[in-house]
């Protein structure tokens, strides 16, 4: 993953401190959070992070990962291939995948705003048990837009997990949303 990065930036991080204390770490709390044989997608796939190191860290889990720009989705390709990674990779955006087939956990680690996420959640909670949502500091701040948009309603939003991570100044969080009846 490192090597890719350092040829096209997948993950905004320069320094190699950066990418185990900040992705790594997320990855290693994640893990905690999911039940052994869980489906998990992750939307917004990107560099990898977390799917392809969670699939790694945890065999026992059915990742999958979604990835809507062509040659990131090429390179993840590769990487599976490489580090012999049991994901299935999907050159599309996550809410198609959804819409053909349900998974236990969606994942996501900088895809946008809560709104955003709820917004394109939106009629396939019967899809998804439950999200966990990689948010920095200012969480709190978009849950706020969240509600005043009525987008929470029916749904329970907690925090998973809460810890620090480098240079990314303040509590990073997990938040696991999911439908109110499932709660």
């Not at 062509?70 to 999907?90: F, M, S, T």
């Not at 955003?116 to 909670?125: N, Q, S, T």
């Not at 978009?142 to 991570?165: D, I, V």
Request: aromatic residues 6%.
């Amino acid at each position: 993953m490192w090597t890719w990065n350092e040829k096209v930036n997948l993950t905004r991080h320069l320094e190699w401190d950066d990418f185990v204390g900040k992705d790594l770490k997320d990855v290693t709390q994640l893990s905690q959070l999911l039940e052994p044989g869980e489906r998990i997608l992750d939307v917004g796939s990107g560099g990898g992070v977390p799917g392809l190191p969670l699939s790694l860290l945890r065999p026992d889990l059915k990742v999958e990962l979604a990835e809507s720009v062509g040659k990131k989705a090429a390179i993840l390709e590769d990487l599976k291939k490489a580090c012999g990674a049991a994901v299935v990779v999907h050159a599309e955006r996550g809410e198609a995948v959804i819409d053909r087939k349900p998974f236990d956990v969606v994942t996501c680690r900088g895809v946008g705003s809560l709104a955003k996420l709820l917004r394109w959640l939106d009629g396939r909670w019967d899809s998804v048990g439950r999200v966990l949502a990689f948010k920095g500091p200012k969480w709190a701040d978009e849950r706020g837009e969240a509600r005043h948009y009525g987008l929470l309603k029916g749904l329970q939003l907690r925090k998973a997990a809460t810890y620090e991570t480098v240079g990314r100044g303040g509590e990073c969080v997990i938040l696991k949303i999911q439908p109110e009846e499932q709660a």
